[in-house]
């Protein structure tokens, strides 16, 4: 009976004590925040109210106010990334104008403060310490595809004349190529979902799978805005609940539990495998598409060429408009489609599809890509995508910061080499 009672008493204390403890913890956090320090001093590196709707592409960055603001000390007055250099009166190097998403635009250091340290950064560095007199303009941003990387060259082409300090474009580079791929991944998974929507192009263009919050909120937002009272208090509770875990740190230290014991569930036990040694790509890849796609040849293969023509479409598009310039497509290494690889049951799983599937399909993607690029002949193509070594990245797709230095290392001879066989 007194364990009973024990137990009781323990439950209650528990529900009592856990309420105290959170408002300790907040409290004291909230105190500091006063005096600008934090339990989490990245935190402040890591917020995202610097970006903003745009009618062109969905969402960008902001043009920052002040300079010196730690939250966005990476964007220069135009809203793009700061590189190493940047001119200040008219500007007569030679441009090199860099799109791509996360990965070239140096996610997660960037927004550390850490912008030198990528690898678009050291390229820069690099030209100009040879003696090149270079000017890198970076319009990465998170998720582009290629027809938004299109999309926001051709913003900089139709804006940079009217200011001085932008420079004219001598190379034009598409760095990164694994983002159709994710998009052919959403579409191999979502085929009768997106046949359904003619306006959503398979998404293909800019609205995409994981755009649909954005589009949902756009549409209670206009809705709003003619007068329905309800739906304006449901944003409002959801951009509560968005603050409080925004600013919560109870939530942060969850959070950072959670994720190093998925970090040590990567490293426990560590088996290493080699992908080189697969040696019935066909085979599995014809069991990934019947079990676990639970789609036919055929279809599998209309998607996948459909995808890879509205890439090539959209690079086409690129060098038909600068037809005087230099254009690169360069195919960045992630996680997935090196050859070294470690823990592969506990790492990144996709629906129902493990690293090794993802590995297959996207080895079979990329040799299709390739195929299809080099029929192109003003398109210079390089494929890095099976180079590199796990301690290349923090996740699985993203640069550590010595996956940032060989990237640099491996890329910078091709653009001196752009650089010297101008059209």
């Known amino acids: 009976m007194k364990s009973v009672y024990d137990k009781k008493l323990y439950f209650k204390l528990t529900i009592f004590f856990i309420p105290i403890l959170v408002f300790i913890i907040e409290s004291i956090s909230f105190g500091l925040i006063r005096y600008k320090k934090s339990f989490f001093p990245e935190r402040s590196y890591i917020k995202y109210e610097h970006l903003k709707p745009d009618m062109i592409n969905g969402i960008r960055f902001k043009e920052p106010i002040n300079s010196k603001d730690k939250k966005n000390i990476y964007l220069n007055k135009y809203g793009l990334l700061k590189t190493f250099y940047e001119s200040e009166v008219t500007n007569k190097n ?3 104008i860099i799109t791509g998403n ?4 140096g996610h997660p250091f960037i927004e550390r403060g850490l912008f030198k340290k990528t690898f678009t950064n050291l390229i820069e560095k690099g030209i100009r310490d040879k003696g090149g007199l270079i000017d890198v303009v970076n319009l990465s941003f998170y ?11 051709n913003r900089y082409l139709n804006s940079f004349y009217n200011y001085k ?4 474009v001598d190379i034009y580079a598409s760095i990164g ?3 159709d791929f994710w998009g052919f991944i959403d579409l191999l998974h979502n085929k009768q979902y997106f046949d359904n929507d003619y306006y959503k192009a398979n998404g ?4 995409k799978q994981r755009n649909k919050p954005f589009e949902e909120f756009y549409e209670k937002a206009y809705k709003t805005s003619i007068g329905n009272v309800f739906i304006s208090f449901d944003i409002f509770f959801n951009s509560f609940i968005s603050l409080i875990k925004e600013n919560s740190n109870t939530i942060e230290i969850m959070r950072r539990i959670r994720d190093k014991k998925s970090r040590q569930l990567i490293y426990q036990n560590i088996e290493k495998y080699d992908f080189n040694k697969i040696n019935n790509e066909e085979s599995l890849l014809k069991n990934i598409i019947e079990n676990k796609l639970e789609i036919t040849n055929e279809e599998y293969k209309y998607i996948k060429n459909s995808t890879i023509l509205s890439t090539i479409r959209n690079l086409k598009s690129v060098s038909v408009t600068i037809p005087t310039s230099k254009v690169l497509f360069v195919y960045l290494p992630t996680r997935i489609s090196i050859k070294e690889q470690i823990n592969i049951s506990n790492r990144f799983k996709y629906k129902n599809l493990n690293i090794q599937d993802l590995h297959i399909i996207e080895k079979d993607y990329r040799n299709s890509l390739f195929a299809g690029l080099s029929q192109i002949k ?3 193509i390089i494929n890095i995508g099976s180079i590199g070594k796990f301690d290349w990245f923090t996740d699985e797709s993203h640069f550590s910061i010595k996956g940032h230095e060989k990237i640099a290392e491996i890329l910078q001879p091709y653009f001196l080499n752009a650089l010297s066989n101008e059209k």
């Not at 998720?143 to 060259?153: A, M």
């Open 204 to 207: 293909l263009m800019t609205w």
């Open 165 to 168: 300090d932008l420079p004219n």
């Open 102 to 105: 996360s990965v070239s635009l």
């Open 378 to 380: 003003n398109i210079d």
């Open 177 to 179: 190529g694994i983002q």
């Open 143 to 153: 998720n582009f595809n290629s027809w938004e990387e299109k999309v926001e060259f």
């Open 94 to 96: 030679k441009g090199i």
